[in-house]
């Protein structure tokens, strides 16, 4: 599996693909839409989704470029289409975006597939950080986990009830997984999930 990372401001973007195929996912295209393409076409990749993990306007800077470029559906979860629309009235006033309409080409739901070559992401929905936050199993020992968990610490929540939600989210979709399991977070560097048990402050309570 081919990943590579992209620091755009200070969001992570991943390129994914399959080795064999030469076929390739975005995930959470931040901004720089054309660093983000001049690495797909270093890779060599076709690129067949474009997957938000959420909605946040920190997330999805380049989104328009980047589906124009590609042709490539873009896809979130069917909860995270409010907090999309909001995003894309904010990204109205640049010059980055220019829809007016949540461009979702496939709204997922928890359990969804999304394939390209060999390469197949799962979804986990995981709400919290926002209503349709998910993360994305890449294989069984690496997930992308988005503004969910992060090397230390765990996602923002503004909404009542949120971390109650965020923390439940990450108990029982996350710390699952098998202690070596890599963590690919939408911010900071990657983790694993038993660094997370032993040393993320917001994890010892669980």
Known sequence: MIIRTLLLNVTNCYVIGCEETKEG????????????????????????????THGHVDHVGALEEVRDAT????????DEVDEMAES???LSYSDTFRSVEVPADRLLQDGDK???????????????????????KAAPDIVFTG???????????????????L???IQ?????????TKIYPGH??????GMEKRNNPLLMML
Do not use: N, W, Y
């Open 114 to 136: 999304i394939e390209a070559g060999t390469l197949t992401l799962e979804v986990i929905h995981t709400p919290g950080h926002s209503s349709g936050s998910i993360c994305l």
């Open 172 to 180: 029982t979709r996350l710390l699952v997984f098998p202690p070596e």
């Open 25 to 52: 996912i975005i995930v959470d295209p931040a901004g720089d839409g054309q660093r983000i393409l001049e690495k797909v076409e270093e890779l060599g990749l076709r690129i067949k989704a474009i997957v938000l």
């Open 88 to 90: 894309i009235k904010e």
């Open 188 to 193: 900071g560097p990657g983790s694993q999930i």
């Open 71 to 78: 042709r490539a559906p873009v896809m979130l979860h069917a």
């Open 147 to 165: 503004d969910t968990l992060f090397a230390g610490s765990v996602g923002s929540v503004d909404s009542p009830g949120g971390f109650d939600r």
């Open 167 to 169: 923390m439940a989210s």
